[in-house]
């Protein structure tokens, strides 16, 4: 005790001492002389500086012997106690965290609240290097072509297929002077594009987006789709992107959705592609949604593991028309896109390959009800048979029919195509999307989903994430309603429902629509209220034979590169399929037309053959402008040698 401290201390610390040994023990507390002043202790409301200092306590005597064994066991006793008690707690509370952390880390992953963190994206080279590619031959000369008994020759170029690919092909090679004949097998241009009047508007039964439509005008770039929409003034809005409009109806009781849910559906789904970024080659969708990473992800939930699979075949059937056991793990998203918000195309999507129809001009001929039932190509001609008996001559075919039509043969190929480009067009899969448009009474659904009144906010699409145990299949509803305020739904069958569909007839499937809307919306009556109905049938068209393609599990970017190739010195493939960047798409269709145009165009701006016995590598020049032609050409001498540039490369 120090002399400074108040007398208040002073005395409790001495009465602390003198506790330590109770009566009777064989220390007795100090004597007597020991004890503070008297005076001092009796008014301590009196010590101040004008008092005398306090004496030092003084310490008591040292024991001979150590205190009692009881009181000192005591002493420990209850140190061990609050030692054991605060072990104890401190022990519960760290539990207690840990569980807390636990549950907050699964709810946050379910529940769409804070603790998520994405999973990193793997970045790897995609192979898109072609298996197989052959050299289109030289322009032939007139010489030349008489030569090889081609002396009147029906076209230039045959463009086998009236759909966005061949008709930019088309436009193409004729505004570079090249003579070209268009066939088409149906009596209508377009291929997979398909307007038709529906009551009082259009019904899109194939493309109906133009996705990513920034047009480009001023840099050059961006979507040409958005281009030619422009130039024919085609009417279209906005679609939203963000999913902000996009309900979706739960299993159990068909209602939507809550937002927390979404957002879980939505880091889910972010999850899933993720991991899918760094799956082998050959391992499906369905088989990423059953690792142990993933179900982790979901807060190892066999149930949210569903209501994911439910989620994402409904979405990624739509887009690529494949189930998730058919799509490729690690390439089904492989494309790219151009910038700016999607665009609904409402005036009819007709209107776009019309106006490159109108494009063509006169050096362009077109033959509708014209089906190709063959076509012999080599390397320095082709002939193009037609199912009516007709032999069609050419130095170039540009063959742009479906990657259906390829795979089923419809189309004979002499000789067949070569054994990588055979292998592409097995591996790659052939998308099934079918439409059913409903017009109704009344949008019944829009104030049920979507609000009424100051909270009322368009719904563009529905998706019902129905039970295993609903054997039908419409999963997914585009609402016109959003975009142009009729009483329209388009309900799309994607994937294996749309192959069940070619088994039933129109009336068979427009039951089961109505089934399933009136599950979703017993009130409304949906049956009551139909009005009228289409549905497309692209998996019965014999000139489509599906919708769309799709990289199903083993294939790759190179199959594409590879039917981009030329196939022979006549023969060139055009089309969505053959799109390496924008695949399944109409701009992938019209920039691989472009593509296969240019092809033909570099060919034909090779120097003309002239002035050499066939197969010398010498040749004879003449300063440069002949080169040697093609081994088995008869050529004429070199003095009679008419060393012309074709029409269209004339300077």
């Known amino acids: 005790m120090n002399p400074g401290e108040a007398p208040e201390a002073q005395a409790h610390a001495y009465v602390s001492v003198t506790e330590r040994w109770p009566k009777g023990a064989a220390h007795q507390p100090p004597p007597a002389q020991w004890s503070p002043n008297a005076t001092w202790m009796r008014d301590a409301s009196s010590w101040g500086a004008s008092q005398p200092s306090a004496p030092p306590l003084p310490q008591p005597p040292r024991a001979a012997h150590p205190p009692p064994r009881a009181h000192r066991h005591r002493s420990n006793c209850g140190t061990r106690r609050w030692l054991i008690g605060g072990a104890v707690i401190l022990g519960a509370a760290?539990?207690?965290?840990?569980?807390?952390?636990i549950v907050l880390r699964k709810r946050g992953s379910a529940d769409g609240s804070d603790g998520y963190t994405p999973l990193p994206f793997v970045d790897r080279d995609r192979n898109t290097t072609a298996a197989f590619s052959a050299d289109l031959h030289p322009r032939l000369l007139p010489s030349e072509a008489a030569a090889l008994g081609l002396s009147s020759l029906t076209a230039d170029v045959i463009v086998v297929g009236a759909g966005i690919a061949g008709l930019r092909a088309a436009q193409l090679l004729a505004a570079a002077n090249m003579s070209v004949l268009v066939l088409e097998a149906r009596v209508r241009v377009g291929g997979r594009v398909l307007s038709e009047q529906f009551g009082s508007s259009t019904a899109e039964l194939g493309p109906q987006f133009i996705w990513g439509s920034e047009s480009g005008i001023d840099s050059g770039g961006g979507n040409p789709i958005t281009s030619v929409a422009n130039m024919v003034g085609l009417l279209r809005v906005a679609a939203n992107s963000d999913g902000s409009r996009h309900r979706f109806l739960g299993a159990a009781d068909a209602q939507p959705l809550s937002s927390g849910r979404l957002l879980s559906l939505q880091r889910w789904t972010a999850d899933l592609d993720a991991l899918a970024s760094g799956a082998p080659a050959n391992r499906s969708l369905a088989?990423?949604?059953?690792?142990?990473?993933?179900?982790?992800?979901?807060?190892?939930?066999?149930a949210n593991a569903a209501q994911l699979a439910a989620t994402v075949g409904v979405q990624y059937g739509v887009q690529y028309g494949g189930q998730l056991t058919q799509l490729s793990a690690l390439y089904f998203n492989n494309h790219t896109s151009f910038r700016g918000v999607d665009n609904m195309v409402l005036g009819g999507f007709s209107a776009i390959p019309q106006r490159l129809v109108a494009a063509l001009g006169g050096g362009a001929t077109l033959r509708l009800d014209t089906p190709v039932a063959a076509i012999a190509h080599g390397d320095s001609n082709a002939t193009v048979y037609t199912a009516g008996g007709q032999a069609l001559t050419a130095q170039y075919v540009v063959c742009s029919v479906p990657l259906g039509v390829l795979r089923a043969g419809a189309i004979a190929l002499y000789p067949p195509l070569p054994e990588q480009t055979a292998a592409a067009v097995a591996a790659l899969g052939v998308g099934r999307l079918e439409k059913l448009w409903l017009e109704f009474d009344s949008a019944f659904w829009s104030g049920t989903l979507c609000g009424s009144g100051e909270a009322a906010a368009p719904?563009?699409?529905?998706?019902?994430?129905?039970?295993?145990?609903n054997t039908s299949g419409w999963r997914c509803y585009i609402s016109m309603d959003a975009y142009t305020a009729r009483p329209v739904l388009v309900a799309l069958a994607a994937a294996a429902w749309a192959e069940t569909l070619e088994a039933m007839s129109d009336a068979e499937a427009l039951a089961s629509a109505l089934a399933d809307l009136a599950v979703m919306f017993p009130v409304a009556a949906p049956a009551a209220q139909l009005r009228r109905y289409r549905l497309s049938r692209w998996g019965q068209d014999p000139w489509a034979r599906g919708s769309l393609s799709y990289y199903a599990v083993g294939s790759s970017p190179s199959d594409r590169a590879t039917l981009a190739e030329p196939q022979s010195g006549s023969l060139v493939l055009a089309g969505e399929a053959a799109s390496v960047l924008y695949p399944s798409t109409v701009h992938g269709a019209y920039l691989s037309g472009e593509e296969a145009a240019q092809r033909v165009l570099d060919a034909a701006a090779q120097l003309p053959q002239c002035g050499a016995s066939s197969g010398d590598a010498a040749g004879s020049s003449g300063g440069g402008s002949c080169v040697v032609p093609p081994a088995g050409v008869e050529t004429v001498a070199a003095a009679d040698c008419a060393c012309e540039w074709p029409a269209l490369l004339s300077v």
């Open 94 to 101: 760290l539990a207690a965290g840990l569980i807390a952390f």
């Open 287 to 302: 088989e990423v949604l059953q690792t142990p990473q993933l179900l982790s992800r979901v807060g190892g939930s066999p």
């Open 459 to 469: 719904c563009e699409q529905l998706s019902y994430l129905a039970s295993p145990t």
